[in-house]
């Protein structure tokens, strides 16, 4: 089992710069691929960034450039940068773990509560 606590969401305006910070629980959190997805209000949930439990990063075309996903397996913690942000940013943010560990394998076996990121002009 693990559990997944999101922290860092928050206003801020166009152009401004937030990090997202996702916390595990459990000892074999090295192994997870991770992911951060969002969901802003009468949409679907979109896919953000993953990070395998390699290194290997993906970031979706909306935010590439802009957002960066890094991990920090001696704290059990996955980050989410954000710089430039922009209005349709705006969102609930979800960070979710992956057993296989790579990323694009499979569903995702676990998923934190989220984080408000809000966005003004």
């Known amino acids: 089992q693990v559990q997944l606590v999101e922290s860092g969401g928050g206003l801020v305006q166009a152009g401004g710069s937030l990090r997202l910070s996702c916390a595990a629980s459990g000892r074999t959190f090295s192994s997870y691929a991770m992911g951060w997805f969002r969901q802003a209000p009468g949409k679907e949930r979109e896919f953000v960034a993953a990070?395998?439990?390699?290194?290997?990063?993906y970031h979706a075309d909306s935010v590439k450039g802009r957002f960066t996903m890094s991990r920090d397996n001696a704290k059990n913690t996955v980050y989410l940068q954000m710089n430039s942000l922009k209005v349709e940013d705006t969102a609930v943010y979800y960070c979710a773990a992956q057993s296989s560990g790579r990323i694009f394998a499979g569903e995702y076996d676990y998923w934190g509560q989220g984080t408000q990121v809000t966005v003004s002009s």
């Open positions: 990070i395998s439990k390699s290194d290997l990063k």
